[in-house]
Nanobody, 123 residues
Framework: QVHLGESGGGSGQPGGSLQLSCAYD????????MGWFRRAPGKDREFVAA????????FYADFVKGRFTISRDNAKSTLYLQMDSLRPEDTATYYC????????????????WGQGTQVTISS
């Protein structure tokens, strides 16, 4: 699975919104989900959200439920993460992954990792 890079990160204030995008090769064929992970300074990379191939089913980490929305536009070959009600603890580098699946009791990314996009939330 080949993605062409994440974009849309930046700086914002608590309570604000940002939208991340991840373009992928339109020839990408995967039986797995697509989604997002993040890594905060000094912490391990953690699962944020995933979406299945059709876009009908979504999955979220508890700490973003009700605030973040994952979606995909297969016609545009783009994955999105709409982030609302942002908090300082959302500060992290966000990565998309095109090969996510539930494995050994957690969501894991089996696709390639890009450079990520930085999100910084502070007042």
């Amino acid at each position: 699975q080949v993605h062409l890079g994440e974009s849309g990160g930046g700086s914002g204030q608590p309570g604000g919104s940002l939208q991340l995008s991840c373009a992928y090769d339109r020839r990408t064929l995967t039986r797995y989900h697509m989604g997002w992970f993040r890594r905060a300074p000094g912490k391990d990379r953690e699962f944020v959200a995933a979406i299945n191939r059709s876009g009908e089913n979504t999955f979220y980490a508890d700490f973003v439920k009700g605030r973040f929305t994952i979606s995909r536009d297969n016609a545009k070959s783009t994955l999105y993460l709409q982030m609302d009600s942002l908090r300082p603890e959302d500060t992290a580098t966000y990565y998309c992954n095109l090969g996510i699946r539930w494995y050994e009791d957690k969501w894991r990314g089996f696709g390639s990792w890009g450079q990520g996009t930085q999100v910084t939330i502070s007042s």
